[in-house]
């Protein structure tokens, strides 16, 4: 079983930065692709970013290159998502999913079989 944990949320003032964390127990996450999404209140879920298991691919929402930048260090087991230049239409519930089926190399943000309960992202002044 794949329990996912993200870390990291929190209020921030527009223009600030978070990193958010994704990390897992009883797997090692290098044998998953990683996706980072997230939902605000009233909106259907967003496909933010995603990396793949080699860490070689990743991929980002128009909405946030630029700004969004996901990397992963297997060695601790864990997945960031560094956000800066936080705009308030960032703000939601940030969740990371784990992917063990789409090859090494690639990563997608449509198709994930493990989810994390998420991590609130608040940016307001």
């Known amino acids: 079983q794949v329990q996912l944990v993200e870390s990291g949320g929190g209020l921030v003032q527009p223009g600030g930065s978070l990193r958010l964390s994704c990390t897992a127990s009883?797997?090692?996450?290098?044998?998953?692709?990683i996706g980072w999404f997230r939902q605000a209140p009233g909106k259907e879920r967003e496909g933010v970013s995603c990396?793949?298991?080699?860490?070689?691919?990743?991929n980002y929402a128009d909405s946030v290159k630029g700004r969004f930048t996901i990397s992963r260090d297997n060695a601790k087991n864990t997945v960031y998502l560094q956000m800066n230049s936080l705009k308030p239409e960032d703000t939601a519930v940030y969740s990371c999913?784990?992917?063990?089926?789409?090859?090494?190399?690639?990563?997608?943000?449509?198709?994930?079989?493990?989810w994390g309960q998420g991590t609130q992202v608040t940016v307001s002044s």
């Open positions: 999913a784990a992917d063990p089926f789409t090859v090494r190399t690639l990563c997608n943000m449509e198709k994930y079989n493990y």
């Open positions: 009883g797997v090692t996450l290098d044998y998953y692709a």
């Open positions: 990396i793949s298991r080699s860490g070689g691919t990743t």
